[in-house]
């Protein structure tokens, strides 16, 4: 009886996701709030506190009464009070006097991580890419490997000559060059959005399956 339940509710909740495909409709936002609601709390009581703040905060300051096992007799690590405020001034969003407050804490996640994320990008994005650009362009008996590395260098190059915008993109050299980049990066957002479209594709094929096999038993 379960099972039936749960298929039941599953396929009238697709159902009423597929019918915006008519238009906008309250069968839709029904599916639509109700998928908000349901992930909001889902993400607060099982990710955010059991799996972040219990672990990370309670544990570590209060370990006789949230950890577990040998952590129950470590000593409190009362340092973490620290981020711990930091975070509840995230709650003076809620009101319209005081939402300033909150600010120091935006500021000092975003300082640091942008900190954080330049070091990690120039690390595994931008020596990669230097590393794999500086290769020899023409590998003796291998034609393959020589047009594949011809690619990716006239590429490097063409890319960044389009992101110099301290000239504009004309001329016989500055401007063909600016456009071969701008054909690299159309590809490369074509062949992105190709393997987001099959990924797509592979959920709503997902989908009629559910509906046609383990709901109406068709296939």
């Given at each position: 009886?379960?099972?039936?339940?749960?298929?039941?509710?599953?396929?009238?909740?697709?159902?009423?996701?597929?019918?915006?495909?008519?238009?906008?409709?309250?069968?839709?936002?029904?599916?639509?709030?109700?998928?908000?609601?349901?992930?909001?709390?889902?993400?607060?009581?099982?990710?955010?506190?059991?799996?972040?703040?219990?672990?990370?905060?309670?544990?570590?300051?209060?370990?006789?009464?949230?950890?577990?096992?040998?952590?129950?007799?470590?000593?409190p690590?009362?340092?973490?009070?620290?981020?711990?405020?930091?975070?509840?001034?995230?709650?003076?969003?809620f009101?319209?006097?005081?939402?300033?407050?909150?600010?120091?804490t935006?500021?000092?996640?975003?300082?640091?991580?942008?900190?954080?994320?330049?070091?990690?990008?120039?690390?595994?994005?931008?020596?990669?890419?230097?590393?794999?650009?500086?290769?020899p362009?023409?590998?003796?008996?291998?034609?393959?490997?020589?047009?594949?590395?011809?690619?990716?260098?006239v590429?490097?190059?063409?890319?960044?000559?389009?992101?110099?915008?301290?000239?504009?993109?004309?001329?016989?050299?500055?401007?063909?060059?600016?456009?071969?980049?701008?054909?690299?990066?159309?590809?490369?957002?074509?062949?992105?959005?190709?393997?987001?479209?099959?990924?797509?594709?592979s959920?709503?094929?997902?989908?009629?399956?559910?509906?046609?096999?383990d709901?109406?038993?068709?296939?």
């Open positions: 009886m379960t099972l039936t339940l749960s298929v039941w509710v599953g396929a009238v909740i697709t159902l009423c996701c597929f019918s915006f495909l008519y238009r906008d409709n309250p069968f839709y936002r029904f599916a639509e709030h109700l998928f908000v609601g349901v992930s909001a709390g889902y993400y607060f009581s099982l990710i955010s506190f059991h799996q972040v703040l219990k672990p990370n905060l309670l544990a570590k300051i209060m370990p006789a009464q949230f950890a577990t096992g040998a952590a129950a007799t470590a000593a690590e009362y340092m973490l009070l620290i981020p711990g405020f930091m975070g509840l001034l995230m709650l003076f969003r009101s319209a006097a005081y939402s300033w407050v909150s600010r120091f935006v500021a000092f996640v975003m300082g640091v991580s942008t900190g954080l994320g330049i070091v990690y990008s120039v690390q595994q994005y931008l020596m990669p890419q230097i590393a794999k650009a500086i290769r362009i023409v590998v003796a008996g291998d034609f393959f490997q020589s047009f594949s590395n011809l690619v990716l260098v590429g490097s190059v063409a890319c960044l000559f389009y992101f110099f915008f301290s000239t504009e993109h004309r001329g016989p050299v500055y401007g063909n060059i600016a456009r071969v980049g701008i054909w690299y990066l159309m590809l490369s957002f074509g062949a992105a959005f190709g393997a987001t479209v099959m990924g797509r594709i959920l709503l094929i997902g989908r009629f399956h559910f509906l046609l096999h709901w109406l038993n068709i296939v």
